[in-house]
């Protein structure tokens, strides 16, 4: 800098550093562009690496049976049916209540300290390491409420765990209606509750849903909350049917059964020393990664789609 | 000019009650869903308080602080959290060295030097990894980081503090690069403009101009990030190692708060024991350190938010 | 002030507006509206004719923290519609608004207009085709849109779009319509079609107009009120207004000395 003075007279010498300059600009791309591909490829790579040891167990079989003592006839089936009952619950519980607590968040609720607390604690919980909802979840739902290591316990606690997402999610979708639309709709005599069913949650209805998609992803890989509670890990039967032949059709013992999911199946099975377990741990990794990236994939290119759609 | 009088109110424009107590019941439905967010947080502080004091009858806090052991389901007890407490940080700093100089050159990029497309086209995908199931990273650090550590390292153990924190650091790469590129996109493009027209190259407008007036919402995304890491559980509970070791050299192995809380877990421990309400205890050291680490988190990304 | 010859449909009696922020933005203002006339209200940006105006189908209530002060009586109820005893959404199905920009909501042609009869409870088919029908007849658009009734009505034109709103606010037979500056975002030939509808639609309802145009409010109107910071300058036949001011200060803003 003290000789800009002198370089600025002689062309050549500023010359010189704008090739300086450009040499460092192409520099610094090309380590940019290297530390992004790192972060890209080596995950890529990783993944291809799971599902290329899980391979072998990529079969019908693999789905179809239950876990066993002997690796090769191992299977997920008590697993994934566990996973999909989890999800029911916490589905029924995070959607209702988090699309509720958004829209009250952002069309009811006056500002005051009483809201200006709940937006504290929506933000603060999406920070909440996961584990600690398992810790809530053993102390409430299993002990004080004696739910005991059901399906309703794990249902609930990832429902309390995806809580902030869909309220978050809802909010932002919500926010992109514009005024004039509501008052459209108070001015020809809609009520509150009109307006903002009949308008605000129809047409923030896909924002809404990328946010539950994406909320559920998360549900659906979440480990660490389910082996708090307390899961077991080997589990060789089927929870109760939730439909059955005769009336009511409906059978709810299932919410109280022993259930394990996806995740903790395959964190037992990788922690055993036999490496024959370990194709197996890879084939449920790679069974998990695809089903939550064709979820948040959903999500994100319904997003794009949202944002490329919105006409006012 | 006419002084008001009171007038009667036509039925035809009078109160609908009907109509009007319908919406007060909604509203108060929508209004106890938005509570239960209050009411888990309530929970969560209540449980982890209420174990915690039955924990702290037996153990005193001095001890829980100072003491170097951590060995709650031995014999011979000892309660210091200060084991598990390196553990956690070891872990968590490996994690951050990888994935801040990673993440934060990998964002400047994404946000000043590559194409409209190219950035339309990653970004989506490191959304898109951030949502990957963390128990999966757990399988890699085991089978792929540490096998591969051992390689350049033969005396590395098999469970270890790097392995498990270099691969938490990849899994971070996604999150630091997404939201610091959101706070560089935020930088308004007359400053970017500013800077061109005084002859600056896109390097120097980028570390000179952009970086600076986006650092709040880059220093946000790594306090996020260390809360993130400092909560992980599965990677390390998989790849790091179960035995509390009051350590910080990363070639060691180390359990974390998070690993000593799923170890017990998997374990069957009567409710109401001391090591049932260790965990309890544990966590509440996990859910102060994240709190705090989210609450000045989310104080800088408000204050770079309110700056533009 | 104008002889009296027709009856009475709405009188703001000293009304005063306070805005959540404590600003007075209406002064002590009134004003007759007459049956089956047309008002305008005409004024420089900010003095107050837009608020005035959202007085009438209590707007202000959306946002918390306004404050009415006075009445709004409308007849023949002889009731105060800003008293707290009167329901707002009763008084929206009776006095409804067109807004300055078109607002169409993302829904078909039919539903647009049908939604005020929805809210009313109506699921009739064959009541609503025919409100329908004539709403849009009513707002003269009913040749351009039956064949596709069912189409989005973001698919429309801008001047389209206005008169989907004026059909979607007829559909329910209000006695009085409220338009705030509903051409301020369309071109002339739109804008024109626009007027010629408010003074067709002069036979069934009263108007109130907000306009920045004086043009406009001299083409359309009977009666115009020029508001200045709040308060009301000067109200009389619109002929009067325009051809001899009885104030200095409305002269001035029409011949175009200030504003």
């Known amino acids: 800098m003290e000789h800009k003075a002198s370089v600025l007279e002689n062309l050549a010498d500023v010359r010189a550093m704008i090739k300086r300059h450009k040499r460092n600009d192409t520099l610094f791309a090309a380590i940019g562009l290297l530390c992004l591909m790192f972060g890209l490829v080596t995950l890529m790579l990783l993944f291809w690496q799971l599902i290329a040891d899980g391979y072998p167990k990529f079969n019908i079989d693999f789905l179809t049976e239950f876990p066993s003592r002997r690796a090769g006839r191992a299977g997920l089936l008590s697993a994934w049916v566990g996973s999909l009952l989890v999800m029911v619950v916490t589905f029924l519980t995070a959607v209702p209540v988090g699309v509720a607590a958004g829209l009250y968040l952002e069309e009811y609720a006056p500002k005051n300290w009483f809201t200006d607390l709940i937006e504290i604690n929506v933000s603060n919980l999406a920070g909440v390491p996961s584990i600690i909802y398992g810790l809530l979840a053993l102390g409430l739902f299993v002990y004080m409420l004696d739910f005991g290591q059901s399906i309703l316990t794990a249902g609930l606690t990832l429902g309390l765990l995806i809580l902030p997402i869909v309220i978050v999610s809802t909010r932002e979708a919500i926010r992109s209606i514009p005024v004039s639309i509501r008052e459209a709709a108070y001015g020809v005599g809609a009520t509150k509750w009109q307006v903002v069913y009949d308008h605000v949650f129809k047409y923030s209805y896909g924002g809404i849903l990328t946010g539950i998609i994406i909320g559920m992803a998360r549900a659906l890989g979440e480990t660490a909350p389910i082996i708090t509670i307390g899961a077991l890990t080997f589990i060789a039967f089927l929870p109760p049917s939730p439909i059955t032949t005769e009336p009511p059709f409906l059978n709810f013992e299932w919410l109280s059964s022993g259930f394990t999911v996806m995740p903790i199946q395959m964190f037992n099975w990788l922690s055993r020393p036999d490496h024959a377990f370990h194709v197996n741990a890879a084939a449920t990794g790679a069974l998990i990664i695809i089903v939550t990236l064709l979820m948040n994939g959903t999500a994100i290119w319904l997003r794009y789609k949202i944002r490329k759609n919105i006409k006012w | 000019m006419q002084a008001p009088v009171q007038l009667t109110i036509s039925p035809r424009l009078a109160k609908n009650i009907r109509r009007n107590v319908k919406e007060r019941m909604i509203e108060l439905i929508l209004m106890l869903a938005a509570l239960v967010a209050v009411a888990t947080t309530f929970a969560i502080v209540g449980v982890l308080l209420y174990e915690s004091l039955s924990f702290f009858k037996t153990v005193s806090v001095v001890e829980f602080f100072t003491d170097t052991q951590w060995t709650p389901l031995f014999e011979e007890a000892h309660y210091g959290i200060m084991p598990l407490v390196s553990g956690t940080l070891t872990t968590s700093a490996i994690a951050l060295a990888v994935a801040v100089p990673i993440g934060t050159i990998a964002a400047i990029f994404l946000s000043e030097f590559a194409s409209h497309k190219t950035r339309e086209t990653i970004k989506p995908i490191l959304e898109l990894l951030v949502g990957v199931p963390t128990v999966v990273f757990g399988y890699f650090a085991l089978f792929f980081v540490t096998p591969l550590l051992q390689s350049i390292y033969p005396e590395l153990p098999s469970f270890n503090m790097l392995g498990a924190g270099i691969v938490m650091g990849i899994m971070i790469i996604p999150y630091i690069a997404s939201m610091s590129e959101d706070a560089m996109r935020a930088v308004p493009m007359s400053m970017r403009e500013g800077s061109y027209a005084m002859g600056a190259t896109r390097f120097q407008t980028a570390i000179k101009v952009v970086t600076p007036a986006a650092v709040s919402g880059i220093v946000a995304a790594y306090i996020l990030a260390i809360s993130r890491a400092v909560g992980e559980t599965m990677v390390v509970a998989i790849a790091a190692g179960q035995q509390p070791n009051l350590t910080f050299n990363p070639l060691e192995s180390a359990a974390t708060i998070t690993a000593y809380i799923v170890q017990v877990a998997m374990g069957d421990l009567p409710h109401g024991s001391i090591g049932y309400q260790s965990i309890f205890a544990a966590g509440l050291v996990l859910m102060a350190m994240t709190l705090s680490f989210n609450i000045i988190g989310h104080w800088v990304r408000k204050k770079y938010r309110e700056s533009y | ?259």
């Not at chain 3, 059909?167 to 009085?176: G, S, V």
């Open chain 3, 1 to 259: 002030m104008a002889t009296v010859t027709t009856a009475i449909k709405a009188e703001a009696r000293d009304l005063n507006f306070f805005y959540s922020n404590g600003a007075r933005a209406l002064k002590g203002i009134s004003m007759p509206l007459y049956e089956n006339k047309i008002t305008a209200l005409i004024g420089p940006s900010g003095c107050g004719k837009s608020t005035f105006l959202r007085c009438f189908n209590r707007m202000h209530d959306l946002y918390p923290g306004n404050k009415y002060q006075g009445q709004i009586v409308m007849h023949p109820d002889n009731t105060n519609v800003l008293d707290a005893g009167v329901d707002p959404i009763e008084v929206r199905m009776r006095i409804s608004m067109v807004f300055q920009k078109p607002n169409p909501f993302p829904k078909s042609i039919y539903e647009n207009v049908a939604y005020g009869l929805r809210v009313r409870g109506e699921n009739n088919k064959r009541i609503m085709d025919d409100k329908v029908e004539e709403a849009l007849k009513g707002a003269a658009l009913w040749s351009e849109v039956k064949d596709r009734l069912h189409d989005l009505a973001f698919n429309l034109s801008g001047g389209q779009q206005q008169r989907l709103c004026i059909a979607r606010a007829l559909a329910t037979d209000p006695e009085i319509m409220l338009f705030d500056e509903p051409t301020s975002a369309l071109d002339p030939i739109a804008t024109a079609n626009i007027e010629e509808l408010m003074v067709e639609l002069r036979s069934k309802l009263t108007i109130l107009v907000v306009t920045h145009n004086m043009q406009q409010a001299a083409r359309v109107s009977d009666y115009t009120a020029y508001m200045y910071l709040g308060e009301l300058i000067e109200y009389d036949d619109t002929d009067k207004i325009f051809t001899n001011p009885g104030r200095k200060e409305t002269e001035d803003y029409i011949t175009g000395k200030f504003g």
